[in-house]
């Protein structure tokens, strides 16, 4: 995997990407705990955020990294049916070329891949939900697709998408890792955003 991302380019993992709680870089694998700082190990980080129109605050909703193997694992155990339907939201969704033209060009800022939803292209300051996925390796950003954001109406569409067995598996995994039985999950329910 390291070759091929060789030749993307990579920036400091910037603040929107470290942890609300300390400021500081993810250090373990939310599922295996290995560390992600000390190796070579690429992770993907994820974190949701609600915003308040009109006031220059936001909560994070939930915040984790994990190590890409148990990423893999976890896409792997979700419904066939729900990946493949995920497969062709984001397929027809996302605009790959634009994003691979961007790593291309001098003076990258990684703003530009966060600040429109990567599905509906609306821009971040008009949601009020949204959730950011990115791609890292060490204490570096990679630049791909990723990192991407997701906003509340593409939210919406996606879940609508996964399968009852699939809503199951983000369940269970919100609520070993924040303690959030399903009745109170909304939108932003700790849900896992499978590696396609
Ligand atoms: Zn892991």
Redesign the pocket.
């Known amino acids: 995997m390291s070759d091929i991302h060789s030749h993307l380019p990579t920036t400091p993992i910037p603040h929107i990407f470290r942890s609300h709680e300390t400021g500081e870089l993810y250090t373990n694998?939310?599922?295996?705990?290995?560390s992600l700082l000390d190796s070579e190990t690429e992770y993907l980080i994820e974190k949701a955020f609600r915003t308040y129109p009109g006031f220059a605050i936001s909560d994070t909703v939930f915040e984790y990294a994990?190590?890409m193997?148990?990423a893999e694992e976890i896409t792997k155990s979700l419904s066939r049916e729900s990946r493949t339907r995920l497969e062709q939201y984001f397929s027809s969704g996302i605009n790959l070329q634009e994003r691979m033209k961007w790593t291309e060009e001098e003076n990258i800022d990684f703003g530009k891949w966060v600040a429109t939803c990567a599905i509906k292209g609306t821009r971040v300051e008009g949601l009020t939900e949204y959730q950011v996925v990115a791609h890292c390796k060490g204490d570096q950003l990679i630049l791909s697709v990723f990192p991407y954001l997701i906003g509340e109406e593409a939210l919406n569409e996606m879940g609508e998408l996964l399968s009852n067995e699939t809503l199951e598996i983000f369940d269970d995994f919100g609520g070993r890792h924040f303690g959030l039985p399903p009745e109170f999950s909304d939108k932003l329910r700790p849900r896992f955003m499978p590696v396609l």
Do not use: A, L
């Not at 694998?29 to 290995?34: P, Q």
């Open positions: 694998c939310i599922e295996c705990f290995r994990i190590c193997s148990c």
